[in-house]
């Protein structure tokens, strides 16, 4: 006949062979015991001689979550996740099978899909106060633009008040026009800005055109013309001229280095071009000069300068001017002074 242990889990059992220090079998608790896993992990934390405190300080986890899940209430344990690693835990701590006690709380509470996740039992959300403070001055903030945008709009529409001239002085216009008439003088010239200057006329033109187009037959004749005009005592103010006076640079200089000059300087009043010739007729340098260009000559021999308006050109010895060029081609050796004849001294007697 089997014995009858009622409640009593633990049954220690001594016979009397075991007066002697043969140790006695114990069984330990697994995962398997009792009417679910909740009956289970109590058995062998009941084994262990552990708490429910112990147990809740060494996993972490809440002291009435440990006895909730012991006897499986679920109404005051969290979202099945949640339990679901507390067991994982409890199991570990106890040395059990962690992966079976998953198991058999899975058969026991079956999942249920339109369960929704519960949030820890006892959290509060808390809210930090300083995110109102900073919204309530955002918004102050904000209000005061606003009303600043609001004053500035209505100050500037208002109008002044319109002007109205007194009723005296409106008669007094109409009367003074009505029967005085206002005598309008003779139309002013017009103003110097908005005259039209003369035309510019290239020179020469005149000539070309008069001669077919030819501008040997041009020179000719402008050459013919201005020694009548030498002959008649006629002086073109733009052809008068200092002798002697120093030479100052306007513009670029070409040529020669000062150490390789035959000391010749053609100096540009107006823009021309200049075409410098060896003495076998082939070009030595052919440049278009503008206005206060100077060309320096080389001291080679037999060069000859070729221009369209000699007029346009000074000439320069040594610094100072002597002239300006007379015929379209000159030669450079003919630019140089001659040298002033020696003055006999009389002897005295």
Known sequence: MPLDTGNVRRLHLVADADADDTPVAVHHPSIDEGADVGMALKAAREFRGLTTQDVADATRIRQSYIEALEDLRF???????????????????LGLDAEGAVARFKNDAPDNDAAELRAPVGVRRERDPRLALIFAGGLLVVGAILLWNVAQRAITKEEPPAQVAPAAAGVQVQTHASNNQVALGAPLPAPVESTTPEPYKTPGLDDAAANGGSVDAAKITAKARAEADAKAGVVDPANQFVVGSQFKPKGQMLGATPQEASGVLIQARKAGALTVRRADGT????????????????ATPGLILDVVEPNLFDVYYQGRLTGRLTSNQTAVSKLVPAAPAPVAVAPKP
């Open 75 to 93: 109404e005051d344990l969290p979202s099945r996740p949640f339990t679901i690693g507390y067991v994982r835990a409890y199991a570990g701590l």
């Open 283 to 298: 070009i030595h340098m052919t440049r278009w000069l503008s206005t206060g260009d100077a060309y320096r000559a080389p």
